[in-house]
């Protein structure tokens, strides 16, 4: 809590009845009961209450002024006030039956008039300008809403996408490089029209990026299963390898095996902040021949391995 | 829901003498159960409301009818704004535009 003299606006010095007086000034103000509309008048009333605990108990007001205990802990306990209620259509309360559904009881009154004639914090003034008789009457539009399915390879590598919204507008969407899935766009101004010269409202597209067939995306990495033959891998060779910008060669040593990642460098994703790019991880897979090979066969019959291996013995104790 | 004597043992400045005499004058209106009256959560934060009203801001007790009857009606106006708006919210855009036009003019 902030010094409770300030949150009353007093002097140190002030007497009992001036602390009284601006108590009452500043809970007339603040009650969120007689303030129903305004949402910041709970938190304030909360701290002028708390301030006026404080100071208008003799010992406890003499032992702050002597810094024995400070201001914390004289916030009262959480309650509820009679406008939670009454705002709500509380069963037999004074408003019950008008309240219907469809919105939250905490609900402003300004969130609905911001709902039903255009968005965010034109609502109020909105209402004001009605209530004044209307001069220059001005609402923003409301936000819109979309989202938006994006490949892999479009999320990753960036791309200008063509949105029609419901009203026939196009809309270009630039999907930047590096998107991640649900990432939300927000698009200045291309929400709802405003009225009476109001501002339009934003669009907010989320993207939904779907995956990919054999790429997988972990942070600014991608990864991939890559399949070798087994004479690749025995003999070392120099392939292709996909990547999200396309083919590269990459060189497979000699000797390779099932589960060895290999790097390719600055091959993954451009990160968004840093605007450094990650790597791509390629895990070999070796595959068998698919047809018969004979010759193979009989080469494996007569071949003794060097070394005797057991790649189970890990597994079979 | 709480009894009349655990209301006036939780806040600590309300006289029972007082909330008898409001509970007379309608101000506040527990429910009778088993002979004994009890208050609704509802009632509770009307009751700590009046409290704070008459205690800490120093209205006369004659006052105290005449502001909860204003705070009642406000409510309401408010209850009916809302179901009112609400309503407005759901209809097309074209009705909600037309409506905001009649509000302008």
């Known amino acids: 809590m902030d010094d409770p003299y300030e949150t009353l606006g007093v002097a140190r010095t002030a007497s009992e009845a001036e602390i009284k007086a601006a108590f009452k000034k500043l809970a007339r103000q603040f009650h969120p009961d007689l303030h ?75 969130d609905f008039f ?21 001069a220059g009457f001005k609402a923003r539009g409301q936000d819109a ?41 927000r698009l200045k101004g291309q929400g709802m029209p405003g009225f009476g010269g109001g501002p339009a409202g934003d669009a907010y597209v989320e993207l939904h990026v779907e995956p990919h067939r054999f790429f997988r995306r972990k942070d600014d990495n ?5 399949p070798v033959t087994l004479k690749e891998a025995v003999l070392g060779a120099r392939i292709e390898v996909p990547t999200i910008a396309g083919p590269v060669a990459m060189t497979i040593p000699k000797g390779a095996n099932t589960g060895m990642v290999l790097r390719l460098r600055d091959k993954g994703v451009k990160n968004r902040k840093s605007g450094t790019r990650g790597h791509q991880m390629v895990t070999l897979k070796i595959v068998l021949p698919e047809g018969e090979e004979p010759a193979l066969a009989e080469f494996l019959e007569g071949w003794e391995p060097r070394m005797p291996q057991d790649p189970r013995k890990e597994m079979v104790s | ?91 097309d855009e074209a009705v909600r535009e037309a409506v905001l036009r009649g509000m302008g003019e």
């Open chain 2, 1 to 91: 829901m709480t009894g009349i004597e655990e209301l006036v043992g939780r806040i600590e400045a309300l006289q029972r003498r007082d909330l008898e005499a409001w509970i007379a004058e309608e101000l506040v209106a527990p429910r009778e159960e088993a002979g004994a009256l009890v208050f609704s959560e509802m009632e509770c934060a009307r009751v700590r409301l009046i409290c704070t009203l008459r205690y800490e801001l120093d209205i006369e007790a004659g006052a105290l009818p005449v502001i909860l009857s204003l705070l009642d009606q406000l409510y309401d106006t408010r209850q009916q704004l809302m179901a009112l708006t609400a309503a407005v919210a759901k209809q």
């Open chain 1, 36 to 110: 129903p509309g305004d949402k910041a008048a709970e938190a304030r009333f909360k701290a002028v209450s708390a301030a006026h605990d404080l100071l208008k108990d003799k010992e406890k007001r003499r032992r702050f002024d002597a810094g024995e205990i400070d201001a914390g802990g004289a916030e009262r306990p959480q309650e509820r006030y009679y406008r939670d209620f009454a705002d709500a259509g509380f069963a037999g309360g004074p408003g019950a039956h008008a309240a219907g559904d469809g919105f939250a009881s905490n609900e402003e009154l300004n």
């Open chain 1, 222 to 226: 991608i990864h991939a299963d890559i």
């Open chain 1, 114 to 134: 911001a709902r039903a004639f255009g968005g965010g914090g034109g609502g109020m003034g909105g209402m004001g300008g009605a209530r004044r008789g209307g």
């Open chain 1, 145 to 185: 809403s979309y989202t938006l399915p994006v490949s892999f390879l479009d999320a990753a590598n960036g791309t200008i996408r063509t949105l029609t919204m419901p009203d026939g507008k196009t809309l270009n969407v630039t999907i930047p490089e590096g998107a991640e899935d649900r990432q939300m766009l």
